[in-house]
């Protein structure tokens, strides 16, 4: 048994370590406008803050596709709505390395697993949700500047869904 697991564990690391020569982890920060949504209607926008991490997995060496995966904390501290929300995004990434440079752009598209951690002056939110987002990446070397929207599948409360769209800027390491 011992022999089996540590098999497992040295298959485990040269998978791993295949991987490593295209993976990335990024840090950001960012601004974001969350909205209400009813019956397709806007029924209003707070402002807000985002700090987010993301791992970048590539699928292989041959090409620049990566599955995405992280935490994102978003806050938006208005008078109308203080709301703390904890987001599990899962993406696919496609990295376009302009030839001749070091400036990528870098389309993604993924779903969401949302918890509202903290809301005041709600009641009858959804504690637990699921949304989709899409966005855009644009780099050079390091530093990384990001576009995102993101929407719900279920009702953020009854009949009322949530939408964020968010401009972040990271550093990659």
């Keep these: 048994m011992k022999k089996a697991l540590f098999l497992a564990v040295l298959l485990l690391a040269g998978i791993v370590a295949s991987a490593q020569s295209s993976d990335y982890n990024r840090v950001s920060v960012g601004y974001h406008s969350f909205s209400l949504h009813a019956e397709g209607l806007s029924v209003g926008s707070e402002p807000g803050f985002t700090l987010q991490y993301t791992r970048g997995i590539g699928f292989t060496d041959k090409a620049p596709l990566f599955l995405e995966v992280g935490g994102k904390l978003n806050f938006t501290p208005t008078n109308g709505l ?92």
């Design 82 to 173: 203080q709301l703390l929300r904890l987001t599990v995004p899962v993406s696919v990434a496609y990295k376009y390395t302009i030839p001749n440079t070091e400036v990528f752009i870098q389309p993604f598209a993924g779903v969401d697993l949302i918890s509202n951690v903290y809301a005041e002056n709600t009641d009858g939110i959804k504690r637990v949700q699921g949304g989709w987002h899409l966005g855009g990446n644009i780099g050079y070397k390091k530093v990384n500047l990001g576009v995102s929207y993101n929407r719900d599948f279920t009702d953020f409360y009854d009949h009322v869904t949530s939408g964020m769209i968010a401009l972040d800027f990271g550093i990659l390491f």
